[in-house]
């Protein structure tokens, strides 16, 4: 993204996301977290396909467009054959745990040091609100219209639970939510640092509203976040080992 006129560098654009999406939030956090940390020279900010792929152009960073579900694979080749950069791996619930999942499982064994951020919105939202691996119980979506039913789409993922059970020890693992902005951007930039320190694998997963898809107004959209968290429990769920 260097490659910019200059006056784009100095402007403020306008995000293409839906109205309400959580997305966008995260997104904005993640730019704070970068500029905070000041590693804009070293980041390089990879994207899957899908909702992701809108924010192609929002950092004044080198980016990566890379296919669905690929993301990870592209910035762990990126981080081999760069070790200096900052690899930033960011991706929708289905990139990363469905089409992505492979990639995602092996890189945590591998601890791979890269930072890998995943939006969890509970359905595919660019292709139009199907059931996903995060897809509530009882939650409709255009594939289940009558509500998620575990003997036909089996139970949501619980991604960083996951990847906890076979994480190193240098690893960092946290789930926070998108419209709480102290806390996301303190396990991002934790996240970032575990990578700049060399300790490890790092993954936030992000809790995120997408009211179109949940056909939801902004309250409404507001209170189903708060059934996520009654599904996805929120905090840090693995630090390195002997940190404070």
């Not at 654009?13 to 959580?22: A, E, I, Q, S």
């Not at 809790?207 to 939801?216: E, F, I």
Request: charged content about 20%.
């Amino acid at each position: 993204m260097n490659n910019l006129p200059k006056s784009w560098k100095k402007e403020s654009l306008p995000h293409k996301f839906c109205p309400g999406c959580g997305q966008a939030l995260a997104l904005k956090i993640l730019g704070y977290a970068i500029d905070e940390l000041g590693i804009q020279d070293k980041a390089v900010y990879g994207t899957d396909i899908g909702c992701s792929l809108l924010s192609w152009n929002m950092f004044d960073v080198d980016t990566i467009q890379t296919h669905h579900g690929r993301a990870t694979p592209t910035m762990v080749g990126l981080k081999h054959a760069k070790k200096e950069a900052i690899a930033i791996a960011f991706m929708g619930d289905g990139g990363g745990y469905a089409i992505g999942a492979q990639h995602l499982i092996n890189t945590c064994l591998r601890d791979d040091k890269i930072t890998v951020i995943l939006i969890n919105n509970a359905n595919y939202a660019m292709t139009g609100g199907q059931t996903a691996p995060t897809t509530l119980i009882g939650q409709k979506s255009t594939t289940a219209p009558k509500g998620r039913k575990i003997e036909v789409f089996g139970r949501p993922i619980h991604g960083p639970e996951m990847l906890k059970t076979i994480a190193a020890d240098g690893a960092y693992i946290a789930r926070t939510v998108s419209n709480d902005f102290e806390t996301t951007l303190t396990y991002i930039k934790k996240a970032l640092q575990n990578q700049i320190d060399g300790r490890g694998f790092s993954f936030v997963e992000v809790l995120s509203m997408c009211p179109v898809n949940w056909k939801k107004n902004a309250q409404e959209s507001i209170e189903f976040l708060e059934e996520m968290k009654k599904v996805y429990p929120l905090g840090e769920i693995k630090t390195p080992e002997g940190e404070k």
